[in-house]
């Protein structure tokens, strides 16, 4: 069965987001009030599997594997029918 | 009062995404079936606004100026209080 796989990737708290303290200097320079901003990255996929559980389990072993990196980032998986 | 924002920016349809192609890839060498890859980007942050609308707007505005490229992606934007 085909499953969608949706993953979101995040730095952990407390790790350095360069990306996210320059887009919030450009913003306030553009004359714009955002704090406390905050950046992850976002994969939709498609998955064969089984069953929902078997999905779920591929799409953890990507994470670890390749689409981030257990040591600075947070993740998670959301696998649809 | 203040606001958070989510906001999704993704390719349009038909756009090129070098970076799905890429971990596709990737994933294929590593011995796991993915199809369809997407990639998209997500920002939170807080913004002081009066009302919702004008928090929308307020992100609305941020997007066509810094966050997003018209012109190759799309984005959606949502306002939580």
């Not at 995040?10 to 901003?37: C, H, R, V, Y």
């Amino acid at each position: 069965m085909e499953y969608t796989a949706k993953i979101k990737v995040e730095l952990k708290t407390g790790m350095l987001d360069p990306e996210a303290i320059t887009i919030e200097k450009a913003l306030d320079n553009l004359g714009f009030k955002a704090s406390g901003f905050h950046t992850a990255r976002l994969f939709t996929f498609k998955i064969e599997a089984d069953t929902t559980e078997d999905a779920t389990i591929q799409a953890d072993l990507m994470c670890k594997k390749l689409l981030a990196n257990p040591v600075i980032h947070n993740y998670s998986i959301e696998v649809i029918r």
